[in-house]
């Protein structure tokens, strides 16, 4: 399938509908073959863990809610002095 740059900033989510349903999209900017968008290949592990982040608190043993200290150091941001 083909579609034009400007095809793919007023239909994006319908091309991204074409891609997961198989379908490779070539897009193309004056004319010419530009970019490919292509379905990812299914992998059998759970590639969130890969991220460095995944995890940093873990060992912390002063944090037993991380979601509660999270949520305390955002209220912090918001609080109207006063």
């Known amino acids: 399938m083909h579609s034009t740059a400007k095809e ?3 239909h ?9 349903r198989g379908e490779e999209v070539i897009i193309t900017l004056r004319g010419k073959p530009y ?17 460095e982040l995944f ?3 873990k060992e912390r043993k002063d944090l037993e809610n991380v979601g509660e200290y999270v949520r305390r150091m955002r ?5 109207v002095p006063g």
């Open 8 to 10: 793919l900033r007023f």
């Open 12 to 20: 994006t989510k319908e091309l991204l509908d074409s891609v997961s």
């Open 35 to 51: 970019a490919k968008l292509v379905p990812l290949k299914k992998s059998g592990k759970n590639t969130g863990t890969t991220n």
């Open 55 to 57: 995890g940093m608190w």
């Open 75 to 79: 209220r912090e941001r918001f609080r």
